[in-house]
């Protein structure tokens, strides 16, 4: 699977899931249920112990599913991903030597950012996504609106703190897409293998996300309609 087709299906999803467990069996039963629940994509953490050969294990044996490496804060650590199959790095941070690395390799980059400042830059050095990271704790989805209503250009991950009662929040503020962590693969439900629990969580999840993104269909409408009569206006009184 090529960048393009990473990044499309990113897009077109919506959702990160970061796994993020004590074990490469938990690790692997939590891929296995997200996707069974019908979302394609996973983001091993490096935290996790035998990140690299559990992203190597799931690429060659889940052909399906987009694996990306999550808390990649090093170029070491980028290269040994991207060896072992990784389709997408995230990084809490910004570091100019993995961004210079990925567009070598062609492979989709989401890194982590906070500030205005920082999200201009992690655009301005092309990134694919920018990860707005951690967005609870600085206004949750009005944080994200604010930056979308300046940088409307730019694609946001909203991550951090998400929710399944803000997952769409998130989405009608702006964001391309959410990070999501244990709300959506609970600790418990790992520890008692409830695959079904994990489903339908995912499910749930999906679902705010395609009904904030179906509220928005007609708004966007609305907004390009509005352009276009002004558009129209000006343009006559300038006739005039």
């Not at 690790?27 to 035998?50: K, L, M, N, Q, Y």
């Not at 008692?192 to 499910?203: D, N, P, S």
């Not at 007609?218 to 309609?225: G, I, N, Q």
């Amino acid at each position: 699977m090529n960048k393009s087709e990473v990044c499309g299906l990113i897009h077109e999803i919506g959702i990160i899931p970061a796994v993020k467990v004590s074990s490469a069996e938990d690790a692997h039963f939590a891929a296995d249920s997200v996707s069974r629940g019908g979302i394609p994509i996973v983001e091993i953490t490096t935290t996790v112990p035998e990140a690299v050969r559990l992203i190597s294990h799931l690429v060659q044996h889940h052909p399906k599913l987009v694996v990306g490496a999550g808390t990649v804060w090093s170029i070491e650590m980028a290269g040994k991903c991207v060896d072992a199959g990784a389709h997408f790095l995230t990084s809490p941070g910004l570091n100019r030597q993995i961004f210079e690395f990925a567009a070598k390799k062609e492979i989709a980059l989401l890194p982590g950012a906070l500030t205005p400042t920082e999200v201009i830059e992690a655009w301005e050095l092309g990134s694919d996504f920018v990860k707005v990271f951690p967005c609870a704790q600085v206004g949750g989805d009005k944080y994200i609106k604010a930056l979308k209503t300046e940088l409307p250009h730019i694609l946001l991950v909203a991550a951090g703190g998400v929710t399944q009662h803000t997952a769409g929040s998130f989405i009608l503020a702006g964001a391309t897409a959410i990070g999501v962590g244990t709300e959506l693969i609970p600790a418990e439900a790992i520890k008692h293998r409830e695959t079904e629990r994990i489903q339908e969580l995912a499910q749930r999840f999906l679902g705010a996300v395609r009904d904030a993104r179906e509220r928005l269909t007609p708004l966007k409408e609305r907004a390009k309609t509005t352009k276009t009569d002004f558009l129209r206006l000006d343009k006559s009184a300038s006739n005039n």
